[in-house]
Nanobody
């Protein structure tokens, strides 16, 4: 089992920046691809960015390309999302997720492929 805990959300003005963190505990010695998803009120949960276990492969949703950067810590049990040039439409609950994968290729982007989820952290961008 893997437990995921997010931190770093908050209120920021449009154009500002935030850095989200996701700390994994439990069976973190196994290989897990990880991702950030977000869900705004009344909308479906969407992929934001995903990263392979090694960190060598990443995926970004078109809406965040060039503004957000996903990364993993050296110990591989921490994941980050650096968010710059934030827009009001980025307002959502951001959740980190993980699934077992030794595949170095680009990780999956469908929420149903992820086995472990954090509780989420609210990000609010004011105009």
């Amino acid at each position: 089992q893997v437990r995921l805990v997010e931190s770093g959300g908050g209120l920021v003005q449009a154009g500002g920046s935030l850095r989200l963190s996701c700390a994994a505990s439990g069976r973190t010695y196994t290989l897990y691809a990880m991702a950030w998803f977000r869900q705004a009120p009344g909308k479906e949960r969407d992929i934001v960015a995903a990263i392979s276990w090694s960190g060598g492969s990443t995926y970004y949703a078109d809406s965040v390309k060039g503004r957000f950067t996903i990364s993993r810590g050296n110990a591989k049990n921490t994941m980050y999302l650096e968010m710059n040039s934030l827009k009001p439409e980025d307002t959502a609950v951001y959740s980190c997720a993980a699934y077992y994968s030794a595949n170095p290729a680009t990780p999956k982007i469908n929420p149903s492929d992820y086995d472990y989820w954090g509780q989420g952290t609210q990000v609010t961008v004011s105009s």
